[in-house]
């Protein structure tokens, strides 16, 4: 593929939200979430702890009634997929996955599918990892809802070694702080990933990728915050949505390999197969004729055999 002129494309937005039990995480999502969205029908979480539908009608914090429904183990890799994709089917805008520790370090997860394994330890992690990147393919560049990750945290300590004014070696445990408990490096794996404080509930920004908010400066989970994210979201290059559906339409003739495509072609705005910028002029002269001639060709070659 050839280097080609970059182009920010209108997108959605893949977050993920840390912090210790108490902290806000759930309550801060939905308030983030109705700011993405505007539209509390179309937020639907997806609950591991049976406990994100208490915040349902809360007049304290202005939270209707959001669409919702639980995730119970095992919580492998696949089930969490198959949420999603249904949540999606039904119409979501704004998924949030609360939490999504449980892939990781819940029963049926990620440790405990590892820990039955026979054979090499080390080897074992291979398959189970391509499973956990298949999940997070989907949830950071694949799916057409805005992703809003829920991750609960613990205390993590290091080793250390001090050496004294004697010059004599001794070891100790420091504590550096708060850890998310997921797979090591999935955090940053989302465009925005925020540390949420339990004492002042504000979170404080560990990744953000482009200038999505002003500067790195601890904000608040609130409705502003989702509406800032979704300004800054649509303000990138967007195809007309006539020619999407068009194009969506044709590809899921074609099938599910071809509709993937498309729909990962639009995301990135990049011609399938190629690193060619998608314009609309693209999308409408060249790329759905060519979706609408395979369907044609298909057809004839169908009509003949029949012959």
């Known amino acids: 593929m050839a280097f080609r002129e970059a182009h920010r494309s209108a997108k959605k937005i893949r977050m993920a939200i840390a912090g210790s039990t108490g ?27 049976r406990m994100g539908e208490n915040y349902a009608d809360d007049s304290q914090w202005d939270i209707g009634r959001f669409m919702w429904d639980t995730l119970d183990a095992p919580y492998s890799p696949e089930r969490y997929l198959a949420k999603m994709k249904e949540a ?15 892939e990781h370090a819940g029963e049926g997860g990620l440790i405990e599918i590892h820990s039955k394994m026979k054979g090499n330890s080390f080897v074992n992690w291979g398959p189970l990892g391509k499973r956990h990147n298949a999940l997070l393919q989907y949830m950071v560049h694949t799916a057409d809802s805005h992703i809003i990750c829920t991750l ?42 925020l540390m949420l404080d339990r004492d002042t509930r504000q979170a404080d920004i560990m990744t953000m990728r482009g200038s999505m908010l002003p500067n790195a400066d601890p904000v608040l989970l609130d409705v502003s915050l989702g509406e800032r994210l979704q300004a800054w979201a649509d303000s990138g290059d967007r195809l007309p949505e006539e020619l999407i559906n068009r194009a969506q339409e044709l590809a899921s003739q074609i099938g599910p390999d071809a509709l993937a495509a498309i729909n990962d072609s639009i995301q990135t705005l990049t ?28 057809n004839v070659e169908e009509t003949s055999e029949d012959e």
């Open 23 to 49: 902290a806000g995480k759930t309550l801060g999502a939905l308030r983030v979430a109705y700011g993405l969205c505007k539209d509390w029908k179309k937020v639907f979480m997806i609950d591991t702890d």
């Open 88 to 102: 999606e089917e039904a119409g979501a805008e704004v998924i949030i996955v609360d939490s999504f520790s449980e």
């Open 152 to 193: 609960k945290s613990k205390l993590s300590y290091e080793i250390v070694t001090n050496v004294d004014d004697s010059g004599r070696s001794k070891s100790g445990v420091q504590l550096i702080g708060y850890k998310p408990i997921t797979k090591p490096e999935t955090e940053y794996s989302f465009e925005l990933f």
């Open 271 to 298: 011609v399938p197969g190629t690193n060619e910028y998608l314009s609309e002029e693209k999308l409408r002269d060249d790329v759905i004729p060519r979706l609408e001639s395979k369907i044609q060709d298909s």
